[in-house]
């Protein structure tokens, strides 16, 4: 077990560049959906926006935290933990949350702003906690992650697609219309595609080690799941914004997740299987999750 920490998996510097731009247009596709007046609802519904970024931000580092403190996984599990907890929500959260019957405006305004914050808090949170948990600090020593670099990256994924993709919208939305519909599923199946062909390649590793992060990746993510539900539950949101929060939680961008350790931590074994476990597993919770809601409203609607 202890070598796990020492597994590297291997992805050559080209495959990170692909990595790297697929996933910058993965960014710009959702960004195409986003406009300025989904920010104005900060203004108009404060309260949901800001529960949902607590949720996310906040309140899922810290209960990540504390469920590493009571497992002690492997440092470099913990720290796939932590850079999990640390990324902003995925980019499926709105499809999943409209599945679900729940608030696709809230959830979209949620991927706006946390994609936004996320330039700044993914770095601090996964510093923060990684630096606060002995074996995992330990690790980073070794590692020497140099915390602007860190920043600029995801600046450089994050922020300038964001950017570039809401401006095309002001600009002309027919277009940016167009354009989602074709980049969004083209991008992440290239996304998904690179990926499979890098852990193709390092399918020993990924079959002597992933039974070691199996049973924490669906925990840890079921527990998200919980922790978005009765976060909202608890500032006595509704049960249509209960069900947006709980999906948003859940599903996190493992995808950058992944994207920043290839690049900082050289394919840390423990780290990359760690975020490419719950890059699958959240959307197969999240897809369960969203079909029961909708099973059951569809249900409550008959009667």
């Known amino acids: 077990m202890e070598q796990l920490d020492d597994v590297k998996i291997n992805f050559e510097s080209n495959g990170l560049w692909v990595l790297n731009i697929a996933l910058a247009i993965v960014m710009f596709g959702v960004a195409l959906g986003i406009s300025l007046d989904d920010f104005k609802s900060l203004f108009k519904q404060p309260k949901l926006v800001l529960v949902g970024l607590l949720s996310q931000f906040m309140l899922l580092p810290a209960l990540t935290f504390i469920i590493i403190i009571l497992i002690k996984p492997q440092a470099s599990i913990a720290l796939g933990m932590i850079m999990v907890a640390a990324c902003p929500g995925g980019n499926i959260s709105n499809f999943i949350t409209h599945i679900a019957g ?63 993709g809401m401006l095309v919208r002001y600009k002309n939305r027919k277009l940016a219309d167009r354009l989602s519909g074709v980049l969004k599923p083209v991008s992440i199946f290239v996304f998904i595609a690179i990926v499979g062909v890098a852990f193709s390649k390092n399918m020993d590793v990924f079959n002597n080690y992933i039974h070691y992060v199996l049973l924490i ?87």
């Open 102 to 164: 729940g608030n696709t405006a809230l959830s979209i305004s949620l991927t706006a702003f946390g994609t936004v914050l996320a330039i700044l808090i993914t770095p601090f949170n996964f510093q923060f906690y990684g630096h606060l948990y002995g074996p995992t600090a330990q690790l980073l020593k070794h590692i020497e992650l140099q915390p602007l670099e860190l920043v600029k990256l995801v600046l450089l994924i994050l922020g300038i697609p964001l950017f570039i």
């Open 217 to 303: 990746g669906i925990g840890h993510n079921l527990l998200a799941i919980v922790l978005g539900f009765f976060t909202a539950k608890g500032f006595g949101l509704s049960f249509k914004n209960q069900k947006t929060l709980a999906i948003e939680t859940g599903i996190q961008n493992s995808g950058l997740g992944l994207l920043l350790i290839f690049t900082f931590f050289n394919g840390l074994g423990g780290m990359a299987i760690m975020a490419a476990f719950w890059g699958i597993w959240h959307i197969i919770s999240g897809l369960i999750l969203a079909f029961y809601w909708s099973y059951t409203s569809s249900k409550i609607v008959e009667r």
